[in-house]
């Protein structure tokens, strides 16, 4: 069955950073777009960012463009969030998703705060 096991979340300082891992199994990675999206207590679930099933394309919601980068290796079925400069408002529980097999992760927690 698929599988999506996060990891890398934490507590930083405003204006840190963070890298983000999605381990995916049960399906074939390197044929599906993969996406990142967040539960905040401000805007409920919301989604983060998207990528291509090669990654030659993402997308990003406005509140994280220029700040996050999605990326994935597909030989090691990866998919990452590098998050640099966080606010408070970046805040929550971050899953790795795979909207056409509705499938999420467990998700991990980010708590940027000083």
């Known amino acids: 069955q698929v599988q999506l096991v996060e990891s890398g979340g934490g507590s930083v300082q405003p204006g840190g950073s963070l890298r983000l891992s999605c381990v995916a199994s049960g399906f074939p990675f390197s044929a599906d777009g993969m996406s990142w999206v967040r539960q905040t207590a401000g805007k409920g679930l919301e989604w983060v960012s998207t990528i291509s099933s090669g990654g030659g394309s993402a997308t990003y919601t406005d509140s994280v463009r220029g700040r996050f980068t999605i990326s994935r290796d597909n030989a090691m079925n990866t998919l990452y969030l590098q998050m640099n400069s966080l606010k408070s408002e970046d805040t929550g529980v971050y899953y790795c998703?795979?909207?056409?097999?509705?499938?999420r992760g467990q998700g991990t927690q980010v708590t940027v705060s000083s």
């Open positions: 998703a795979n909207y056409g097999r509705r499938a």
